[in-house]
């Protein structure tokens, strides 16, 4: 009876071992089918050619678009070792949209005239095998450019591993008539000129914008914020949950009603005919601008907040 029992348990754990064995390897084939079926697959680029930069260190050249000629050296020494690097080229139409998200690392945004958009990404981790994971997706459908980190998905074997690390660096040049949306990014944001929406939330560093034309939604920043608006014509300006300095530069006149609710920090202008409301109440803080007009809001601001005039007209700085 014993010998039976035993025989019974040892049947049931091997039936189990097999059990997860197949699973993991169902879900490693599941994927490896999606890498090669997806038309986004292509995008992320395939490790090929080894090549040794001045450092002597290795980049991954995969399946690249050769015309996009953008330059991004790492001169914060922010790279890991071993370097693979995304190159693409795609045509948007004015009003286009570019979102960028779940990047590991700074995002930069040039601006160019015409229709053209080029990508440059560049992924980096410890060891070639890493790169395998946090692999970037590029895709355009339907006047909508994305580019965003892909979810790993995970056997039940490395589900209890940890996953390797891996950094990115995006640097696009975009036209200037586009709406730029930011979600999820673990580094400063730096954008030239956009002459569309701003709407950006979850970004751990800083975010400049050169010049800016149009809606102006900020949530959830870790950083501060600096950013220049020309032609102010009542467009609706959001900060929400902000941790750091914000400075609104304005190039030209401002009419408008500034709103702040449970800031932690000061307010100054040097903007004409900013007047602060008598009904001030506490933990708020209203102010008239000009004439009035369109609100400006700000809520939960940590760090100070301020609105001048720009010294200068806004100019593309992002090259």
């Not at 930069?53 to 790279?79: C, F, H, M, W």
């Not at 005239?113 to 459908?141: C, F, H, M, P």
Request: glycine share 12%.
């Amino acid at each position: 009876m014993m010998m039976s029992r035993r025989r019974t348990e040892k049947g049931l754990l091997l039936w189990v071992v097999g059990g997860l064995v197949l699973i993991g390897g169902l879900t490693a084939c599941r994927r490896s089918d999606s890498a090669a079926a997806s038309p986004s697959a292509k995008a992320s680029g395939s490790p090929g050619t080894e090549v040794a930069d001045s450092r002597g260190v290795v980049i991954l050249n995969g399946e690249n678009d050769a015309t996009v000629k953008i330059e991004a050296p790492d001169k914060d020494g922010y790279d890991l070792p071993i370097r693979e690097e995304i190159r693409r080229k795609y045509v948007l139409t004015p009003q286009s949209t570019f979102r960028v998200f779940g990047i590991n690392g700074p995002v930069r945004v040039e601006s160019t005239d015409g229709e053209t958009a080029e990508i440059l990404v560049i992924r980096s981790a410890n060891r070639r095998e890493d790169l395998d994971y946090n692999r970037i997706v590029i895709d355009y459908k339907e006047a909508k450019l994305r580019v965003y980190r892909e979810g790993d998905e995970k056997s039940l074997f490395s589900a209890f591993k940890k996953m390797p690390e891996g950094r990115q660096r995006v640097v696009v040049r975009l036209p200037k008539q586009i709406d730029f949306i930011g979600r999820g990014i673990n580094g400063g944001v730096d954008l030239d000129q956009i002459e569309g929406s701003l709407d950006v939330s979850g970004v751990n560093g800083h975010l400049r914008v050169a010049s800016q034309t149009g809606p102006v939604e900020v949530t959830g920043q870790n950083g501060e914020i600096d950013i220049t608006i020309r032609r102010y014509t009542g467009s609706p300006i959001e900060m929400n949950g902000i941790n750091g300095q914000i400075t609104l530069r304005f190039a030209g006149e401002v009419n408008a009603t500034m709103v702040a609710r449970g800031n932690n920090g000061e307010v100054t202008s040097d903007l004409p005919g900013f007047q602060p409301r008598d009904d001030e109440r506490q933990g708020g803080y209203e102010a008239r601008i000009g004439t009035g007009g369109a609100e400006m809001e700000f809520h939960g601001i940590n760090g100070n907040i301020r609105l001048l005039k720009a010294a200068t007209p806004a100019v593309a700085t992002g090259r």
